[in-house]
């Protein structure tokens, strides 16, 4: 799984800040890098190019799609221009012709480089081993490159019972650290480490990891151009099978990440529980919270009105939770 915290540069001021918001800047010509994207692809780097030169965030991006009569979450949009998923379903792809017009491209110019339809399904087969890692993020490359690079092995037997994941959030809007608890299960002998994942939404300097003991990190990969860190989490000994583990670790950013508006895992394999908090700064809090859940990856998300509690935080809890997207998103004033 990998654990993403989406950031947007929404064009509406920080908390405190009473600039007035920009206007999105026009369309620009295609260039003939745009113009080799196009015809050769890969789908996702020509979509990634295009919303670049259009100037637009992916908030305005799914403002416009909206007034087209058209739902796209922003959360959607970055899988599909990460390389993480891509549209297959009849409504995304009915929603990818009107993206295209948006992003001033010829009709198709996008739809004509996906492939065929991957498999799919809401539950994977039932067996104690999980898809590997790599053939699992196999359209990411960047991510396929650093998962190389650490020992992957034990992922397949280790069966997620539960994840608690808490983003921490300062004063100014921006997230201060995500703290993570996982508690796993080894379902064959010599299990003795969990790979952790951490992508920011734009390029820049990837957060620190501390692990807790008895944990402790192994090797570390970090991608600044792709905001990317992968890092191994040893346990003080390898597991029997049967035997179950608890690992804590918490990313903490070097500097304050932009303005962020939501938090969000891509759940890959079957969990029993998986929990999310965030803890805001009482001098930022959001007028509105909503946690949201997919029926299936590549699905449209349900929506459910969340409460702050006496300190300035919330939850959201999914159980029994297959392959989909589960988050929670906020609103500022």
């Known amino acids: 799984m990998e654990l993403r915290p989406l950031v947007t540069t929404a064009d509406r001021p920080a908390p405190g800040n009473g600039a007035n918001a920009g206007a999105s800047a026009a369309a620009e010509p295609v260039t003939p890098h745009m113009a080799r994207l196009l015809r050769n692809g890969p789908f996702h780097e020509a979509l990634r190019a295009a919303i670049a030169a259009s100037g637009l965030s992916l908030d305005r991006i799914q403002d416009r799609l909206r007034r087209r ?14 390389g993480r998923y891509r549209p297959e379903r009849p409504q995304s792809l009915a929603a990818l012709a009107v993206l295209e017009d948006v992003l001033c491209l010829p009709p198709g110019a996008l739809a004509a480089l996906l492939g065929p339809p991957r498999p799919r399904g809401r539950w994977l087969p039932a067996t104690t081993e999980h898809p590997r890692l ?71 300097p990837p957060p620190r990891v501390r692990a807790e003991a008895p944990c402790r990190t192994g090797r570390l990969v970090e991608v600044p151009e792709d905001g990317l860190v992968v890092t191994e989490v040893l346990f003080d000994r390898p597991l029997e099978r049967g035997e179950t583990v608890i690992v804590e670790y918490t990313f903490e950013h070097r500097s304050p990440r932009p303005y962020s508006t939501r938090i969000e895992s891509t759940i890959h394999v079957p969990m029993r529980e998986h929990l999310l ?37 919330v939850h959201a809890v999914a159980l029994a939770a297959g392959p989909c997207r589960f988050g929670i998103r906020w609103d500022w004033a």
């Open 69 to 82: 009569g058209t739902t796209v979450a922003p959360a959607t949009l970055s899988s599909w221009q990460s």
């Open 277 to 313: 908090e965030v803890h805001f700064d009482p001098a930022a809090l959001p007028v509105a919270c909503h946690s949201f859940r997919t029926a299936e990856l590549d699905s449209r998300p349900q929506e459910r009105l969340l409460r702050l509690d006496a300190s300035g935080a």
């Open 134 to 204: 790599a053939d699992v993020w196999s359209r990411n490359r960047d991510l396929v490159d650093a998962l190389s690079l650490v020992d992957t092995q034990w992922d397949e037997s280790l069966t997620r019972l539960s994840c608690h994941n808490r983003l921490e959030m300062d004063a100014q809007g921006c997230e201060r650290s995500m703290w993570s608890r996982r508690l796993l299960r080894a379902e064959r002998d010599g299990a003795d480490r969990w790979i952790a994942v951490y992508r920011l939404d734009n390029p820049g």
